[in-house]
C-alpha cells in the first residue's frame, strides 16, 4: 500500500497512526527537499496511488464495454453483418451469403492534470500536501471521464423513441426504458444511472407505500455499493452519480436526467497506464507534477440507450 492511500472513516488509534506516519513524512521531506530524486520517487508513489483510484473509483465498467491495451495498439468498433441460413429439399441449392464487415476506429484523446507547489510549503508539510494532491487527482480524472461518457450517450440519444421527457419520473417510463433497452442488447446486464434527484424518485415509488417493491433487491456487495450502486430493479443496477463539480462549482453533469444503458451500447478503451512526470522549477522554487492518460469511447448502438429527461428539476 502507498504510504498516501487515505483511509475512509477511521478508528481513533486509525488517526493517530496516519498521524504519526505524516509527521514522519514531513520529518523527512524537510530532510530531502533539495533532493530532486527523493522528490521524483515520492512522485512516481503518487502517480501509482492516483492510477489505482482511477482504476477502481471509475463508473464505467458498469455502463460501457471496457478494453485495456498498450499503447499505440490499433481498437476497432465492428459488427459483421449478411449471414443467412436457408430451408431448402435435400439435394437443393444453398445460396451464397454476402458477408460484410462494418468497422471503425476508436481514436484516443488525453486526459491529464498539472499541479505545483512552492517547495517551502511541501517542506512544511509534505504529506498532507500530497495526500490533497491524490484526492484531486482521482477526484477530477473519474469525474472528467464520467462527464465525457455521459455526454456521449446524451449525443447519441438526442430524440427519439428511446428519449422520454415529461414532468417527473414514473416507473412506468423505467419500465419502457428498461424493455427496449434490454430487447436491443445481446446481453442481459442493464443499468440505471443518474444523479440523485433523479434516482431518489425511483426509489421513492419503490421504497414508497405506492409500490410493494417487488423486483427491488438492496445492493449488498461493498464493491457495488461503494461504486454509488444502490440495488437492483427488474434486473438492472441503479447508480446514483456523485454530484462533481468542477473548479467553478458548476456541476458536471445535470440533475434532470437519468439514462438506462446496456454496456454493449458501446466500447471504452484506455491504452497503457498513467504516465506522469515531475521536475523543479529551479528559478521559483516551485515542484511541479503532471499526470495523463489516453482514453477513447464510442457509442455504436444508440438504440440500446434510454435517456428520460425530468422537465421540473432545474438541470
Not at 19 to 32: C, T
Not at 86 to 111: N, Q, T
Not at 148 to 167: D, E, I, K, M
Request: hydrophobic share 40%; with cysteine.
Amino acid at each position: 500500500m502507498s504510504r498516501y492511500t487515505i483511509q475512509g472513516n477511521t478508528t481513533t488509534e486509525e488517526s493517530e497512526a496516519l498521524g504519526r506516519k505524516l509527521q514522519a513524512l514531513n520529518e523527512e521531506a524537510r530532510e530531502n527537499i533539495d533532493n530532486e530524486q527523493w522528490l521524483h520517487d515520492r512522485a512516481q508513489e503518487m502517480s501509482d496511488t492516483i492510477y489505482e483510484g482511477f482504476k477502481h473509483e471509475n463508473l464505467l465498467s458498469l455502463l460501457s464495454t471496457v478494453v485495456n491495451v498498450p499503447f499505440g495498439q490499433r481498437v476497432t468498433w465492428s459488427e459483421v453483418r449478411g449471414m443467412k441460413a436457408f430451408w431448402l429439399a435435400r439435394g437443393g441449392y444453398i445460396e451464397a451469403s454476402s458477408v460484410h464487415k462494418e468497422s471503425a476506429e476508436i481514436e484516443a484523446d488525453i486526459i491529464g492534470f498539472h499541479v505545483f507547489e512552492n517547495l517551502d510549503k511541501l517542506e512544511a508539510n509534505f504529506g498532507e500536501t500530497a495526500a490533497t494532491l491524490i484526492e484531486l487527482g482521482i477526484e477530477r480524472m473519474d469525474a472528467t471521464i464520467n462527464q465525457r461518457f455521459l455526454t456521449l450517450l446524451q449525443q447519441a440519444v438526442p430524440s427519439g423513441p428511446n428519449y422520454h421527457s415529461g414532468s417527473g419520473v414514473s416507473l412506468a417510463t423505467v419500465n419502457s426504458a428498461l424493455a427496449a433497452v434490454r430487447d436491443a442488447s445481446k446481453g442481459r446486464e442493464v443499468t440505471i444511472v443518474g444523479r440523485a434527484p433523479m434516482t431518489d424518485q425511483i426509489m421513492y415509488d419503490l421504497m414508497g407505500s405506492s409500490y410493494n417493491g417487488a423486483g427491488f433487491l438492496p445492493a449488498t456487495n461493498d464493491d457495488m455499493v461503494r461504486r454509488g450502486v444502490l440495488g437492483t430493479y427488474l434486473g438492472a443496477n441503479i447508480v446514483t452519480l456523485t454530484n462533481y463539480k468542477d473548479d467553478n462549482d458548476v456541476s458536471y453533469f445535470p440533475a434532470n436526467e437519468l439514462f438506462v444503458v446496456a454496456p454493449d451500447a458501446s466500447k471504452s478503451v484506455f491504452w497503457g497506464g498513467l504516465r506522469s512526470a515531475d521536475w523543479v522549477e529551479q528559478e521559483l522554487d516551485y515542484w511541479h507534477f503532471r499526470a495523463r492518460r489516453e482514453a477513447g469511447m464510442v457509442c455504436a448502438r444508440p438504440d440500446r440507450v434510454a435517456r428520460i429527461v425530468d422537465t421540473s428539476i432545474t438541470p
